[in-house]
C-alpha cells in the first residue's frame, strides 16, 4: 500500500470520528478514543484500521550475528561482489547488508582472499 493510499485511509477514519462524536459509546480519554464496535460507524472504523495493519514478511531465520566468516562466506562475497547488489548477497548470506559491506571492505584492504590449504 502507498503512503498516499494510508494517507486517505486515514482521513477516511478521522471524518467517521468527526461523525460520531455524538455517540453514546464513544469515550476519549487521553491518548485514546474508544468506539463502538456494534455500530456501523465502529465497524467501518474497524475495517478500515484493519486495512492498515501490515505484517512485514518474516525472515526464515534470524541474522548470523557476531558469527565468524566462513571460507565459503568470503569466497561468495569475493566472487560475486560485481555481480550482486549488496543487499541480495546479504540476504543469501543471512547476514546484515553493513556486515556484507564491511566484511569486503576488510577483504578489499587485505587485497582478497587468499585460502591457502
Not at 57 to 66: E, G
Request: glycine content about 4%; aromatic content about 6%.
Amino acid at each position: 500500500m502507498t503512503r498516499e493510499e494510508k494517507k486517505a485511509l486515514r482521513m477516511q477514519i478521522i471524518k467517521l470520528l468527526d461523525s460520531c462524536g455524538e455517540c453514546k459509546y464513544r469515550r476519549k480519554e487521553k491518548t485514546s478514543i474508544t468506539v463502538c464496535p456494534n455500530c456501523s460507524i465502529g465497524e467501518k472504523l474497524q475495517r478500515l484500521g484493519n486495512l492498515l495493519i501490515v505484517e512485514e514478511p518474516k525472515r526464515q531465520q534470524p541474522l548470523r550475528q557476531f558469527m565468524r566468516w566462513t571460507k565459503e562466506e568470503e569466497f561468495y562475497l569475493w566472487h560475486h561482489q560485481n555481480v550482486l547488489p549488496l543487499d541480495k548477497m546479504a540476504k543469501r548470506l543471512n547476514r546484515s547488508p553493513r556486515a556484507v559491506y564491511l566484511k569486503l571492505w576488510k577483504l578489499r584492504k587485505k587485497g582478497g582472499i587468499i585460502h591457502a590449504n
